[in-house]
């Protein structure tokens, strides 16, 4: 069976939590894409975090650790991820989306 290139990927549900007295809140709330595109979910904080993990989880299944950020920017295949405690944020991108891609993305911060 041939796959469409113009399939979509799955939602990725954004949360905004409170954990230990920092609002962190993730956008944009869902987002759909097209095969081979490119997009960049952002995590805000209300004060300044030491750290930051992003994760993903696939349908059914348990959390799977992407990054664990300190600061700068990290590389892992088509995905990166940077932290800018300064301004209070952190981003995660993907290029060249694949259907495979389809997951829940979560980011959390201490």
Known sequence: ???HLGALLGLLWAQVCWVR????EQSPSILIL???TSSTLRCN????VRNVQ??????GGGLINLFYMTSGTKHSGRLSSTLNSKDRYSTLSITAS???DSATY???AE
């Open 54 to 59: 992003w994760f993903r989880q696939n349908p």
């Open 21 to 24: 007295g920092i609002k962190v």
């Open 1 to 3: 069976m041939k796959r």
């Open 34 to 36: 097209q095969e081979g």
């Open 98 to 100: 694949q259907l495979e």
């Open 45 to 48: 904080f209300s004060t300044a």
């Open 106 to 108: 979560l980011c959390a």
